[in-house]
C-alpha cells in the first residue's frame, strides 16, 4: 500500500479530518522504519524500530492525532519520540511540536532523520517522558504514544486548559484504553475523560513510567 492509497484506506476505515489524510498522504512510512523492514511500510501495522520499540499502526497514529482536533496554531507535547513517524505528522498539523525520548539511540536518529526530511518546527529532549517538558509548558495539546499505568500528574498539569491529551493507559500485560482527557477551561474544575478504544502500545518507561520489561 502506499501512502496515498493508505489515506484512501484510512477515509475507508472512519478517519475524516482532511490534515490528518493530507499530512498521512505526504510522509513517506518507509523513511521512518529500518532498511529490512521497508518491504513491509505499506501493512496497517505496527513494526519493530528496535529497543523493543514499535512504530504505530498507522490508523492508531491517524486516529490518535484526529481526536486532537489540531487547526494549526498549536504548540503540541510528544511523549515518545520513536522513529519520528507520528512526530512528523504532528508538525505538518500544528506550529511547533516539543518531542521527548528517553531511549538515547532513538532519540538521535529520530532527530537525525527529522533534520534530514526538512522538518523545522520539531524541538527534541532526550530523557523521562512522564516529566514531560515544564519549561515550554504550557501546552494546547499532548500526544502520549506510549502506554503509563495511570495518567501521569505531570503531563496533566502541563497541558493549557481547554487543552486535550491523548494517551494509552494500562498494563504491559492486560488491557490498555486509549484515553482523550479534556482540560476543564475552568478553575476547580476536573478534566472530562473519554475512553475511545482498546489498544495495545509499548511501556512508558523511566522513573516516572513502568519499568523496563
Not at 520513536?82 to 506550529?95: K, N
Not at 499532548?142 to 486548559?161: D, G, K, N, Y
Request: hydrophobic share 40%.
Amino acid at each position: 500500500m502506499g501512502d496515498l492509497e493508505r489515506a484512501e484506506y484510512l477515509f475507508g476505515q472512519g478517519i475524516h479530518d482532511p490534515r490528518v489524510l493530507e499530512g498521512i498522504g505526504r510522509l513517506s512510512r518507509a523513511e521512518f522504519v529500518a532498511e529490512h523492514s521497508r518491504s513491509e511500510a505499506g501493512v496497517d501495522a505496527p513494526l519493530p524500530i528496535g529497543h523493543g520499540q514499535t512504530i504505530s499502526q498507522p490508523y492508531v497514529v491517524a486516529f490518535m492525532t484526529q481526536a486532537l482536533r489540531l487547526e494549526g496554531h498549536e504548540r503540541v507535547l510528544e511523549i515518545g519520540t520513536g522513529s519520528g513517524y507520528q512526530t512528523a505528522l504532528l508538525s505538518l498539523l500544528c506550529r511547533e511540536v516539543f518531542t521527548v525520548e528517553i531511549i538515547p539511540e532513538l532519540a538521535r536518529s529520530a532527530r537525525e532523520r527529522l533534520h534530514r526530511l526538512g522538518f523545522e518546527n520539531v524541538y527534541f529532549r532526550q530523557g523521562d517522558g512522564a516529566e514531560g517538558w515544564p519549561e515550554q509548558a504550557p501546552f494546547d495539546a499532548i500526544m502520549v504514544t506510549a502506554a503509563p499505568a495511570e495518567v501521569p500528574a505531570a503531563l496533566l498539569s502541563q497541558l493549557r486548559r481547554g487543552g486535550r491529551m491523548v494517551v494509552p493507559v494500562g498494563p504491559l500485560e492486560g488491557a490498555q484504553q486509549l484515553l482523550l482527557i479534556h482540560r476543564a477551561k475552568e478553575v476547580g474544575h476536573l478534566p472530562r475523560v473519554e475512553s475511545l478504544l482498546p489498544v495495545r502500545f509499548v511501556p512508558l518507561t523511566g522513573p516516572s513510567g513502568l519499568p523496563q520489561p
